[in-house]
């Protein structure tokens, strides 16, 4: 596959994998009584209200990122009222652990359907990369190729979301994820400290350094499960 055809597929399931992430955001905050996201009309699969809010990080980072080192880096960000985040901390940290969430449900849904291709004899197993881990069978439909490419891509870029936004370091969701693990005075108490900490800057070289070591070891050890029988 060329290079431009690879660019385009991993800014596809980039921009579709972090709109559901802000999506979950936002709808477990208007669930929880927040209606912040859901005004700003992040309560959405159309990925064009997260680019208005952050047209760096969803179109003009991502697209340098794949063009420089063959990987979309980005971000997006969804609203909400810190005012019902301090009143309601355990709906704050459900909120936070909805984006996560999202993500699981993303790679789980690759993973089924890659699943589904390697015993129908479409895909079979590739190699350790985002890109490749299920390749198309020699011979096949010419779709299966980009196809093989588009589910590697949805399964380990949303394996990667899900473990890096889980490490407990501000800005990141784990951060506030703790707070459903203490009491709500306790969780208050934990976003004074993180909430628009100094820390942050701090927590993303962290967050960088972890994932580095985390990712692999982790995804190799998930295609083992998701190869079983096979």
């Known amino acids: 596959m060329d290079q431009l055809s690879l660019g385009i597929i991993l800014y596809v399931v980039f921009l579709f994998s972090v709109t559901l992430h802000e999506a979950g955001h936002a709808w477990a905050a208007l669930r929880g009584g927040d209606e912040t996201g859901y005004a700003g009309g ?28 063959g990987f979309p880096i980005g971000w997006a960000s969804t609203p909400y009222d810190p005012r019902w985040a301090y009143a309601f901390p355990h709906r704050a940290a459900w909120m936070a652990l909805a984006g996560p969430a999202a993500n699981l449900v993303l790679m789980l849904i690759a993973a089924a359907l890659i699943r589904v291709g390697l015993f129908a004899g479409a895909f079979e197993p590739g190699v350790l990369s985002v890109t490749g881990l299920v390749s198309a069978v020699p011979g096949g439909p010419p779709m299966l190729a980009p196809l093989a490419v588009f589910m590697s891509a949805l399964y380990a870029m949303n394996l990667l979301l899900l473990l890096l936004n889980l490490i407990p370091v501000p800005p990141l969701d784990g951060s506030a994820v703790i707070g459903l693990l203490l009491s709500e005075e306790r969780a208050r108490r934990l976003q004074l400290a993180v909430h628009g900490s100094s820390l942050s800057f701090l927590g993303l070289i962290v967050a960088f350094l972890a994932i580095r070591e985390l990712f692999w070891p982790v995804c190799l050890t998930s295609l083992h499960v998701l190869f079983a029988g096979v």
């Open 42 to 69: 992040q309560v959405t699969l159309d990925p064009r209200p997260h680019i208005r809010r952050e047209p760096f990080g969803t179109v003009l980072v991502p697209l340098a990122g794949i063009a420089m080192s």
